[in-house]
């Protein structure tokens, strides 16, 4: 490797590394921000929190790459151009491409490891990251009794306390609803004070009442429904509440693992042709429910039990008697229904299947499309940094942002045109990788011939001369 290759990957690979972890970040507190009000209130220790945002960093990866590698290549090449390092390589005769070589075989590099990533890494970040946000989005709510307010969270229980002590422990004004029984508040409990805490282990709510007195309904004792009443007096009421119920239930990854986000490639290639014989199977039954069931022969074929009909029934409707013909015409009417109602079904489910079927083929090209990102933005952000001349987290900033919402929104715009069906799956996953290749091939030829196309002390020239020939 030459001193220059060294330089050129020296001068990419810090920006690279900054950028890349910069925009994984951003994209993961964008996630985090999303689900905040699912995170929140429910006692999740930190270390769920922690496995949670790793997931999600793993499964942001894909999508944070092509930034950060459209980001690093502007600054790198408008720091060069910045510091006249490019002009300096070009005078002495090393054109843009050769100074471009190292850079290009890194990110080659790059988007083959995005790849196999995408294929192999991906799929099981993305089956550990669903399975634990959905249990934690179902999670109860941390317990939190507070004051004047009923507490329903404890199966079969609901709790109010009048007012709480600043030790977080004595409690008073207490009634207790207890509903275990199934049959309605037909136990009550009222107590001035008492105690609230938690056991060493935290399985376990202690609620210890003292000085109150319990209302209990009992069974009618006669045919007339006539309900007794039983109060008790007690100077102490302890009670134990299990709260396992509290605790985070980790489903089975099972549930999940067929999902087309958690597949790999050979795994979605054999699902995609399973579901397109399904599709087909399910097209040819409707088609052959039809032929059997309502054709024109069998509608004219039985008019009364047993009777079999004419066939120039088929052909000359006017030779019919009125109430022939009224027979036929409710029968057509019935049968048109039937038709109308199963089609309807059978639409329904094709339409539910294709668009399964569509979201899985999607899936299958983007293992391929962001690594093929990688290079197309590479290809537009390395001619513009030799363009613009301009290194630094500034204007390098903003057109990578302005370029890459382009993208993004290219990428989801085209995934929806595919899913309803006015795109294949092949046309909507490379829709922005298609319409973005043109510009970087257009970039690059303008940096290769040294263009003004962003240079905008060259606009400033250009308009001070239109001034000048104006004033004259």
């Not at 092509?66 to 720091?79: D, H, K, N, R």
């Not at 899936?363 to 940094?385: K, Y």
Request: positive net charge.
């Amino acid at each position: 490797m030459k001193k220059i290759d060294k330089l050129v990957l020296g001068r990419f690979i810090g920006p690279f590394i900054l950028t890349f972890f910069i925009t994984l970040f951003i994209i993961v507190m964008q996630f985090l921000w999303k689900y905040i009000d699912d995170l929140v209130g429910k006692g999740l220790e930190w270390q769920i929190i922690a496995e949670l945002i790793f997931y999600a960093s793993a499964s942001f990866v894909p999508l944070a790459l092509p930034l950060a590698v459209l980001l690093s290549s502007i600054m790198t090449m408008g720091s060069f151009g910045e510091n006249y390092e490019l002009v300096a390589a070009k005078s002495s005769g090393i054109s843009l491409v050769r100074f471009l070589a190292p850079l290009i075989a890194a990110v080659v590099l790059i988007s083959t490891g995005a790849f196999f990533f995408s294929n192999n890494l991906l799929p099981q970040a993305n089956l550990k990251m669903y399975t634990l946000l959905y249990d934690v989005r179902h999670q109860k709510p941390a317990l939190n009794i507070k004051e004047g307010i009923f507490y329903n969270e404890i199966e079969g229980y609901s709790i109010k306390v009048g007012n709480k002590e600043p030790d977080n422990k004595t409690i008073e004004d207490i009634i207790v609803y207890d509903h275990t029984s199934g049959k309605g508040n037909d136990n009550v409990l009222i107590a001035e004070r008492g105690e609230m805490f938690t056991t060493a282990d935290g399985r376990f709510m202690v609620l210890r009442l003292i000085n109150g007195r319990q209302y209990s309904e009992m069974k009618p004792q006669t045919s007339q429904n006539n309900y007794e009443h039983l109060r008790t007096d007690f100077k102490k009421w302890e009670k134990y509440f299990d709260l396992s119920q509290f605790a985070l239930q980790r489903t089975d990854e099972k549930f999940w693992r067929n999902h087309y986000e958690m597949l790999s490639l050979r795994q979605l290639r054999i699902k995609i042709d399973s579901m397109k014989s399904q599709l087909n199977e399910k097209e040819e039954g409707f088609a052959a429910s039809l032929n059997e069931h309502y054709s024109s022969i069998r509608l004219f074929s039985m008019m009364d039990s047993g009777k079999a009909f004419d066939t120039r029934l088929l052909t000359d409707f006017n030779s019919l008697r009125a109430n022939e013909k009224s027979e036929v015409l409710k029968r057509a009417l019935n049968s048109a229904r039937s038709v109308k109602s199963l089609a309807g079904i059978a639409d329904r489910d094709i339409k539910y299947k294709k668009r399964s079927l569509v979201r899985h083929e999607l899936t299958w090209h983007r293992r391929f499309t962001f690594s093929a990102a990688c290079i197309v933005l590479f290809f537009i952000g390395a001619p513009l940094g030799a363009i613009i001349r301009i290194g630094g987290l500034g204007m390098p900033l903003v057109i990578s942002v302005l370029f890459f919402v382009v993208f993004h929104v290219l990428t989801m715009s085209g995934q929806k045109i595919a899913e309803e069906g006015v795109f294949s799956a092949a046309q909507g996953s490379w829709l922005a990788t298609s319409l973005l290749l043109p510009i970087g091939i257009f970039l690059t030829y303008k940096s290769m011939r040294d263009s003004s196309l962003l240079n905008l002390d060259w606009y400033y020239s250009v308009v001070n001369r239109l001034i000048q020939k104006t004033s004259e």
